[in-house]
């Protein structure tokens, strides 16, 4: 794993990372996985371009489900079902949702994520002000790219690092140390 830095907290509180490249925001999904399960909403924030997919790209494949996670023109929500484990069990499915062209609550009611949010870990990029009405309990987690995070001649212009803060909010999340993602980041 490349980088890392320490956390910033106390159990149950906000969490701040940097997550160095792309890599990175893949295995900090993939840690996440550990933490989550079925009926759980997590909502990601982040300018065009942040690393919301990337992150919920390391997600998908640590849950262990079908399909490649995605930012496909067009398609708002997608369910991604469980894979059978090693044992035969089935975790949760991922309904990875990209709000961003969705206007109003009526537009994300029409997908319906109420009838899949109990057996699924439900992702919505740009859902900040409308998934909250999904359920009470959640994990916030913005993506930022500091100023100046691009190297000076760097090729690629989206590269650098990210800082993310996770936050969890409501009962589900009371005295979950958010800390335990943080060596891996
Ligand atoms: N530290 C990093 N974390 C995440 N992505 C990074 C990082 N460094 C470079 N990248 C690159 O930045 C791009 C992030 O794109 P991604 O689609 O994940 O962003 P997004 O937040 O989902 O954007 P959108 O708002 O358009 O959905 C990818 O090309 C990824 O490889
Ligand atoms: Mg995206």
Redesign the pocket.
């Known amino acids: 794993m490349t980088g890392g830095t320490t956390p910033e907290l106390a159990p149950g509180e906000t969490v701040t990372l940097e997550l160095p490249d792309a890599e990175a925001t893949r295995a900090f999904g993939a840690a996440l996985a550990g933490l989550l399960r079925a009926g759980d909403l997590v909502i990601?924030t982040g300018d065009?371009?942040?690393?919301?997919?990337?992150l919920?790209q390391g997600l998908g494949a640590a849950l262990g489900v079908r399909g490649q996670v995605a930012?496909p023109t067009f398609i708002v929500a997608r369910e991604h079902p469980p894979l059978p484990r090693a044992d035969g069990t089935l975790g949760p499915a991922l309904v990875h949702v990209?709000a961003?062209r969705l206007g109003s609550l009526g537009e994300l009611d029409a997908l319906d994520l109420d009838s899949t949010l109990d057996e699924s870990v439900t992702v919505v990029?740009?859902g900040r002000g409308l998934a909250e009405a999904l359920t009470d309990d959640r994990l916030e987690i913005d993506l930022v790219r500091p100023r100046g995070a691009v190297a000076l001649g760097a090729e690629d212009p989206e590269a650098g690092v990210r800082r993310v803060t996770i936050r969890g909010v409501g009962r589900r999340w009371a005295g979950i140390d958010l800390a335990a993602l943080a060596p891996i980041a």
Do not use: M, P
């Not at 065009?48 to 990337?54: D, E, M, P, Q, S």
């Open positions: 990601l065009l371009g942040a690393g919301k997919t990337t919920t930012s990209d961003y990029e740009w």
